[in-house]
């Protein structure tokens, strides 16, 4: 599993996966957010090149499901895009807006869930997620 967390949301939801340790590895283009995430306790985090498509290369190791928590529409559609490219499992986005939804389907999403910005954290059971 991936998940790339850009929003409170995201938060949550990697330390849902932590709480009941199911294995999955981040995804960022940040560093300050990867130091962010080794303080959550992330053990597996990619930090990718967002910009390059060239550099867009597979991790070393399967890649199950995704979960992209939505920050930036534009920087969502880079990682749908290369995401896509490394698995053919589902590929949630998970996003407050109620635009864009017809962009990530025609980039690969599988399914795209509205989460209200205000909601505080993003509980994996009630959407069937793992």
């Known amino acids: 599993m991936v998940v790339a967390a850009f929003t409170k949301a995201g938060g949550q939801f990697i330390k849902q996966l932590l709480a009941r340790d199911v294995p ?3 995804v960022t283009n940040s560093t300050v957010e990867r130091k962010w995430l080794m303080k959550l306790g992330v053990e597996s985090i990619l930090l990718v090149n967002t910009i390059e498509p060239n550099d867009w290369q597979a991790p070393g ?3 199950g499901k995704a979960f992209l928590f939505e920050s930036s529409l534009s920087l969502c559609c880079r ?3 290369m995401i896509r ?3 053919d499992q589902p590929l949630h986005v998970i996003t407050g ?6 962009i990530y389907r025609s980039l690969g ?3 795209i869930l509205h989460a209200p910005t205000g909601r505080k ?3 994996l059971d009630e959407h069937n997620l793992i």
């Open 24 to 26: 999955f590895a981040a």
């Open 61 to 63: 190791f399967p890649v």
């Open 79 to 81: 990682y749908v895009t």
């Open 85 to 87: 490219r490394w698995t």
């Open 97 to 102: 807006r109620t635009n864009g939804r017809l």
């Open 109 to 111: 999403a599988d399914r």
């Open 121 to 123: 954290g993003f509980p």
